[in-house]
T-cell receptor
Framework: DTAVSQTPKYLVTQMGNDKSIKCEQN?????MYWYKQDSKKFLKIMFS???????INETVPNRFSPKSPDKAHLNLHINSLELGDSAVYFC?????????????FGPGTRLTVT | AQSVTQLDSHVSVSEGTPVLLRCNYS??????LFWYVQHPNKGLQLLLK??????LVKGINGFEAEFKKSETSFHLTKPSAHMSDAAEYFC????????????FGTGTRLLVSP
């Protein structure tokens, strides 16, 4: 069984469109994250949610809106897509927000904005 | 504030020879340190972590790392490289108390030749 899954795996869209990426974890974890990996492979945290509550928002443009309907899901909605949004987006989860628990990563969603 | 510097963007080794991937960190807090591996077009997988216990940490697939506070280093080593080790490796730091917020290094691509 996949621990952290993301859909879709690939997403190609035009500038100005709105799109969503879905993430689900079946590990029973309390905390979920979104990361962005740019073309140079640099990874940066965007958001973290703990028990459906937003904890970390790393000065991400407000065109990006995470939504957590329950502890097992954290979706990422992006409005008015821009060329610079092209990247690989990774979802991750950990048992708790505090401490040094391992984060489990999904396979990534490659977003291409044309 | 925390940061991680991976000293080499690329490391090339021959199969069967030792691997050394270098990482230096900076942290205002007592840190937890991780090494994650990313195989092509895959998500990230935890190799090993240091969390203020033993300074020599053993991970999966024969990798290990040594935490050296005096040198602020956490270098990753493996005695004998295998072709399947070819991947991108990320050194990561987070405070070991309070909210977990992973800060990634820029990555080191390990190339393994026959």
């Amino acid at each position: 069984d996949t621990a952290v899954s993301q859909t879709p795996k690939y997403l190609v869209t035009q500038m100005g469109n709105d799109k969503s990426i879905k993430c689900e974890q079946n590990l029973g974890h309390d905390t979920m994250y979104w990361y962005k990996q740019d073309s140079k492979k640099f990874l940066k945290i965007m958001f973290s949610y703990n028990n459906k509550e937003l904890i970390i928002n790393e000065t991400v443009p407000n065109r990006f809106s995470p939504k957590s309907p329950d502890k097992a899901h954290l979706n990422l909605h992006i409005n008015s897509l821009e060329l610079g949004d092209s990247a690989v987006y990774f979802c991750a989860s950990s048992k708790e927000l505090a401490g040094d628990y391992e984060q489990y990563f999904g396979p990534g969603t490659r977003l291409t904005v044309t | 504030a925390q940061s991680v510097t991976q000293l080499d963007s690329h490391v090339s080794v021959s199969e069967g020879t030792p691997v050394l991937l270098r990482c230096n960190y900076s942290s205002s807090y007592s840190p937890s340190l991780f090494w994650y591996v990313q195989h092509p077009n895959k998500g990230l997988q935890l190799l090993l972590k240091y969390t203020s216990a033993a300074t020599l940490v053993k991970g999966i697939n024969g990798f290990e790392a040594e935490f050296k506070k005096s040198e602020t280093s956490f270098h990753l080593t493996k005695p004998s490289a295998h072709m399947s080790d070819a991947a991108e490796y990320f050194c990561v730091v987070t405070p070991n108390t309070g909210f977990q917020k992973l800060v990634f290094g820029t990555g080191t691509r390990l190339l393994v030749s026959p």
